[in-house]
């Protein structure tokens, strides 16, 4: 009597075969957005785009509310959790891997140090920088789920945090709809 174990294996085979099929087809998300909404007492508020290239994320962030003619740090934080009126239930820089804080052209910094949009003078910015030391949501620092944070004052670069003052603005990173504009 073979049929058993030919059975069983032929059912492991199909096991595995569907297996890496699902692993293959999953859909790999490759967009991702977050709305910012302003802490007690500010006005910050606007969309940043996330966007998987390659290696590479782009970040395209469009804000309001900001103070004229002034930089503003601008930084992905630990948690997708903006629930507290300061923001700081969002906790502290994205940064798996240890590094020290930094401004984006600095070899050494937090996965989530994005910089410093500058505001115009009616107090909105665009801001876009590609990184590549994030991920939407592969295995490299993913940033799905985490928080977006905007503050006060400008990112000097300086340790621990960058001197940027209060969080003005929150947002969390969510799955992008790729058809929205
Ligand atoms: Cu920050
Ligand atoms: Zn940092």
Redo the contacts with the bound molecule.
């Keep these: 009597m073979k049929t058993l174990p030919l059975l069983l294996a032929m059912s492991a085979l199909c096991f595995t075969g569907s297996a890496l099929l699902r692993a293959a087809d999953a859909p790999v998300i490759k967009q991702a957005v977050a709305v910012l909404h302003p802490t007690a007492g500010n006005h910050c508020h606007g969309v940043v785009r996330f966007t998987q290239d390659g290696d590479s994320v782009k970040v395209v962030a469009d804000l309001e509310g900001l103070t004229p003619g002034q930089k503003h740090?601008f930084?992905i934080?630990q948690f997708g959790d903006c629930s507290s009126p300061d923001g700081m239930s969002a906790g502290g820089?994205y940064n798996p891997e240890g590094h020290k804080h930094g401004l984006p052209d600095a070899q050494e910094r937090h996965a989530g140090d994005l910089g410093n949009v500058q505001a115009d003078n009616d107090g909105k910015a665009h801001y876009e920088i590609t990184v590549n030391n994030v991920s939407v949501a592969g295995s490299m620092n993913p940033i799905l789920g985490r928080g977006v944070?905007v503050?006060g004052k400008p990112d000097d670069g300086g340790q621990p945090?960058g001197n940027?003052g209060p969080?003005i603005g929150c947002g969390v990173i969510g799955v992008g709809n790729p058809g929205a504009k």
């Design positions: 740090a930084h934080h820089h944070i503050h945090v940027a969080r």
